[in-house]
Protein backbone atom coordinates (compact mmCIF):
# COMPACT_ATOMS: atom_id res chain seq x y z
CA UNK A 1 0.00 0.00 0.00
CA UNK A 2 0.68 3.73 -0.99
CA UNK A 3 -0.52 6.83 0.82
CA UNK A 4 -0.43 9.83 -1.44
CA UNK A 5 -0.64 13.58 -0.16
CA UNK A 6 -0.73 16.01 -2.32
CA UNK A 7 -0.08 20.01 -1.86
CA UNK A 8 0.83 23.65 -2.79
CA UNK A 9 -2.28 24.28 -5.26
CA UNK A 10 -4.24 27.86 -4.81
CA UNK A 11 -5.22 30.76 -6.51
CA UNK A 12 -2.84 31.86 -8.69
CA UNK A 13 -3.28 34.95 -11.56
CA UNK A 14 -2.28 33.97 -15.19
CA UNK A 15 1.48 33.88 -16.08
CA UNK A 16 2.45 33.03 -12.43
CA UNK A 17 3.98 29.88 -11.34
CA UNK A 18 3.43 27.06 -8.57
CA UNK A 19 4.72 24.39 -7.40
CA UNK A 20 2.87 20.70 -6.39
CA UNK A 21 4.11 18.46 -3.75
CA UNK A 22 3.22 14.54 -3.08
CA UNK A 23 4.54 12.88 -0.21
CA UNK A 24 4.53 8.96 -1.01
CA UNK A 25 4.52 6.96 2.02
CA UNK A 26 3.94 3.18 2.68
CA UNK A 27 5.71 1.03 0.89
CA UNK A 28 7.66 3.59 -1.43
CA UNK A 29 10.36 0.80 -2.00
CA UNK A 30 7.71 -0.78 -4.75
CA UNK A 31 7.28 2.46 -6.63
CA UNK A 32 8.11 2.48 -9.96
CA UNK A 33 6.99 5.82 -11.64
CA UNK A 34 5.60 8.47 -10.04
CA UNK A 35 3.43 11.28 -11.98
CA UNK A 36 0.78 14.04 -12.05
CA UNK A 37 -2.52 14.24 -13.96
CA UNK A 38 -5.41 16.93 -13.79
CA UNK A 39 -9.23 16.95 -14.12
CA UNK A 40 -10.60 19.80 -15.16
CA UNK A 41 -14.54 20.66 -14.88
CA UNK A 42 -16.57 18.54 -17.43
CA UNK A 43 -13.34 16.72 -19.09
CA UNK A 44 -11.67 13.34 -18.71
CA UNK A 45 -8.45 13.00 -16.46
CA UNK A 46 -5.84 13.19 -18.45
CA UNK A 47 -1.86 11.92 -17.04
CA UNK A 48 0.45 15.58 -17.25
CA UNK A 49 3.65 14.58 -16.57
CA UNK A 50 5.59 11.21 -14.96
CA UNK A 51 8.48 10.31 -14.03
CA UNK A 52 10.27 6.83 -13.18
CA UNK A 53 12.56 5.59 -10.91
CA UNK A 54 15.49 5.96 -13.19
CA UNK A 55 14.52 9.60 -13.72
CA UNK A 56 13.51 9.14 -17.20
CA UNK A 57 10.48 12.10 -17.38
CA UNK A 58 7.53 12.24 -19.88
CA UNK A 59 5.25 15.48 -20.43
CA UNK A 60 1.87 15.43 -22.35
CA UNK A 61 3.09 16.92 -25.57
CA UNK A 62 0.95 19.88 -25.07
CA UNK A 63 2.37 21.31 -21.86
CA UNK A 64 6.08 20.39 -22.35
CA UNK A 65 8.34 23.32 -21.76
CA UNK A 66 5.56 24.83 -19.29
CA UNK A 67 5.70 21.62 -16.47
CA UNK A 68 8.68 20.05 -14.63
CA UNK A 69 8.29 17.05 -12.87
CA UNK A 70 11.20 15.76 -10.34
CA UNK A 71 11.59 14.47 -7.33
CA UNK A 72 14.03 14.60 -4.14
CA UNK A 73 16.92 12.44 -3.59
CA UNK A 74 14.59 9.90 -1.11
CA UNK A 75 12.31 9.32 -4.17
CA UNK A 76 9.29 9.84 -1.40
CA UNK A 77 8.16 13.24 -3.01
CA UNK A 78 7.27 14.29 -6.00
CA UNK A 79 7.08 17.84 -7.05
CA UNK A 80 5.45 19.40 -10.42
CA UNK A 81 6.35 23.20 -11.25
CA UNK A 82 3.99 24.89 -13.65
CA UNK A 83 5.39 27.75 -15.13
CA UNK A 84 3.55 30.70 -17.22
CA UNK A 85 -0.13 29.31 -15.61
CA UNK A 86 -3.15 29.80 -18.26
CA UNK A 87 -6.83 29.89 -17.01
CA UNK A 88 -6.84 26.18 -19.08
CA UNK A 89 -4.75 24.82 -16.49
CA UNK A 90 -7.31 25.34 -13.71
CA UNK A 91 -7.77 21.72 -12.57
CA UNK A 92 -7.69 19.13 -9.67
CA UNK A 93 -4.16 18.36 -9.95
CA UNK A 94 -3.58 14.37 -8.77
CA UNK A 95 -0.35 12.30 -7.66
CA UNK A 96 -0.39 8.76 -8.62
CA UNK A 97 2.31 6.07 -8.75
CA UNK A 98 3.09 3.19 -10.58
CA UNK A 99 4.17 0.49 -8.65
CA UNK A 100 6.11 -3.30 -8.83
CA UNK A 101 4.03 -5.35 -11.37
CA UNK A 102 1.44 -3.01 -12.17
CA UNK A 103 0.63 -1.75 -15.88
CA UNK A 104 -0.80 1.02 -14.56
CA UNK A 105 -0.91 3.58 -11.94
CA UNK A 106 -2.56 2.19 -9.40
CA UNK A 107 -2.16 4.09 -6.54
CA UNK A 108 -3.80 7.62 -6.85
CA UNK A 109 -4.10 10.73 -3.88
CA UNK A 110 -7.25 12.79 -3.20
CA UNK A 111 -6.31 15.68 -5.31
CA UNK A 112 -5.67 19.31 -5.04
CA UNK A 113 -7.08 21.96 -6.63
CA UNK A 114 -5.41 24.76 -8.71
CA UNK A 115 -7.39 27.77 -9.97
CA UNK A 116 -5.64 30.07 -12.52
CA UNK A 117 -7.58 33.59 -12.93
CA UNK A 118 -7.28 35.46 -15.62
Known amino acids: QVQLVESGGGLVQAGGSLRLSCAAS????????MGWARQAPGKQRELVAT???????GYADSLKGRFTISTNNAKNTVYLQINSLKPEDTAVYYC????????????WGQGTQVTVSS
Open 26 to 33: GSIFSIRA
Open 96 to 107: AVRTSGSARYNY
Open 51 to 57: ITSDGVT
